[in-house]
């Protein structure tokens, strides 16, 4: 048996959240965000202004009778798609908002207890009775934070390994429900999701949500990142210059031997003060949360 989503009057104090909600639970929480938080946050004609700039990124998600019938235009759009898409059903997703409007990174203040360093942006999302994005998971962790409005939200109980999605969308719908309970949230209630924890909102009264997201670096984007930052550094950017090689590398070979070399030097490039350095330093200049 699963245990249900916990619901809470007020935010988790730090110790709780770690222990019992990140990466483990999901978490829903009335009246999380402070009306004199939600009083500055960007407004729905302002969201819908910025989805028109160039480098801005936006999507326009419709919904239809089934569940094939699912759509997503990417942005920027022009004025009269608004006029056309009708009252009911469709959704704007504006990625990076507290970028392009200011008082909206105001959002982040009452998750300080959260690690704010691997925060990746706010998006925000006006939506229209009905609308919503289908059931679905994410690969980061969020937190949602309900603006105007009124949504219902079914939440996971725990987290889906062997998702598989609808066909030929342009989306990740899930195939299957899943077993999860049902909230209904409003101006400033909050919801915290861990990755691959499926969520299914709907829009009951047309509004706003902002959407913290925490995402960390792939693999790849660590190596390619300290990379260039090893390049930059003369001191450490040492050069192969094959000193132990024998005949066992002649030719086309290269022995095992020197393949462990090789690893070697990359694994101390990685256990040195230099790397400490770096990380912190990533994490420092990306926005600062
Ligand atoms: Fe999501």
Redesign the pocket.
């Known amino acids: 048996m699963t245990i249900p989503v916990h619901y809470l009057e007020k935010l988790p104090g730090e110790a709780e959240f770690y222990e019992t909600y990140w990466n483990k639970k999901a978490l829903v929480v009335k009246n999380g965000v402070p009306g004199s938080v939600m009083n500055g946050l960007i407004e729905a004609d302002e969201l819908a202004g910025l989805s028109l700039e160039e480098d801005v990124r936006s999507r326009i998600v419709k919904n239809g009778p089934t569940q094939n019938d699912w759509t997503c235009d990417h942005g920027p759009f022009g004025e009269e798609i608004f006029d056309a898409l009708g009252e009911e059903n469709w959704s704007l997703l504006v990625q990076n908002v507290e970028r392009y409007h200011l008082p909206t990174k105001n959002i982040i203040d009452p998750f300080l207890f959260s690690p704010c360093w691997l925060i990746d942006d706010v998006m925000v999302s006006y939506s229209t009775p009905g609308g919503g994005v289908g059931p679905?998971l994410?690969s980061y962790h969020?937190f949602l934070v309900q603006g105007t409005g009124k949504r219902r939200w079914k939440i996971g109980r725990v987290a889906i390994d062997n998702e598989q999605f609808i066909d030929n969308i342009d989306l990740k719908i899930l195939k299957d429900d899943f077993e999860g309970d049902v909230f209904e949230v409003e101006n400033g209630d909050v919801i915290y999701i861990p990755p691959k924890f499926p969520?299914k909102g709907e829009t009951l009264e047309e509004g706003l949500t902002f959407s913290i997201g925490f995402l960390g670096p792939s693999l790849s984007e660590l190596f390619v990142e300290y990379g260039q930052y090893i390049e930059e550094q003369d001191q450490i950017n040492s050069r192969y210059e094959g000193h132990a090689l024998n005949i066992l590398s002649a030719g086309n070979q290269i022995a095992g031997q020197e393949v462990d070399n090789f690893r070697d030097t990359l694994k101390g490039a990685i256990d040195s003060e230099h790397f400490d350095k770096w990380l912190r330093g990533y994490f420092a200049n990306k926005d600062d949360y």
């Open positions: 679905h994410d969020v969520h």
